[in-house]
């Protein structure tokens, strides 16, 4: 496996490479230390894997990756960055690494990278670039995986989410329930500023595909594709407040 190492920091580079050589005993490693310096090794070795900083000196591990016609290796971004631009990248489904770089979440991460699953980082890139520019206008985006495939589904189009388990089902206007293995907190705290409600501990809805509170019983809802799902009492008064926001 050829691996690149793209980062102005020496010793993150340094570590980067004695983790991943712990790791995997037959890693091929590279380094560069800058946004051209990494274009020419990516043109030159054609990696299987990246490791990129957010931030160097001459750019943005983003200027780097718009200036390449495709990406056809897999992709983990090293980061400093803040809650926010955490987020994006979760948005994006795009595997990233926290500074100080840890060998516990190194080897997490590694094991990401294993499946052969295709990967569309074309799309997977622009959904983390309009998370870090948002535009009023644009619909936003998030990939979800599941064990066949990787997809790229508008938030809008989200009816609900229902947990199972450490597993959440996404139920759409305009296609199939999508699968995932992770736990619906993680889908709560991404999707709640973006018009999401927690009702219930198994249930996330969307506010603007809700159809109906019904009062009676403890209290439910029914969604525009007809389907029900409970409202836990806890829930109900912060349920009201946010649809007197639509009044």
């Not at 990401?112 to 009023?136: D, F, G, K, N």
């Not at 990787?150 to 139920?171: G, H, K, M, Q």
């Not at 619906?184 to 999707?191: F, G, P, V």
Request: include cysteine; charged fraction near 25%.
């Amino acid at each position: 496996m050829k691996i690149a190492l793209i980062d102005d920091e020496p010793d993150t580079r340094k570590t980067l490479r004695l983790l991943l050589e712990a790791e995997l005993k037959t890693a091929d490693l590279h380094e560069a230390s800058g946004v051209q310096s990494g274009l020419e090794l990516i043109n030159t070795i054609s990696p299987d894997v990246v490791f990129l900083d957010v931030m160097m000196k001459d750019g943005t591990g983003f200027d780097l990756l718009g200036r390449l016609p495709a990406i056809t290796f897999k992709l983990v971004i090293v980061s400093g960055h803040d809650e926010f631009a955490l987020k994006a990248f979760r948005f994006s489904a795009i595997d990233y690494l926290l500074k100080p770089v840890d060998q516990d979440e190194l080897r997490l991460t590694l094991n990401r990278l294993a499946p052969t699953q295709h990967y569309p980082w074309q799309q997977m890139m622009e959904v983390l670039r309009q998370s870090i520019h948002p535009a009023a206008e644009t619909d936003r985006k998030i990939v979800l995986k599941d064990m066949n495939a990787v997809y790229v589904v508008s938030v809008s189009s989200i009816i609900r989410c229902e947990a199972s388990d450490n597993y959440t089902t996404f139920f759409f206007t305009d296609q199939a329930p999508i699968v995932v293995s992770k736990p619906l907190r993680e889908y709560d705290d991404l999707l709640s500023p973006a018009g999401f409600l927690r009702v219930h501990q198994s249930h996330l809805i969307n506010l603007g595909q809700l159809k109906q509170f019904n009062k009676r019983e403890g209290g439910s809802i029914t969604m525009k594709d007809g389907s029900e799902v409970p409202v836990s009492s806890r829930k109900r008064d912060l349920l009201m407040l946010e649809l007197s926001k639509f009044s």
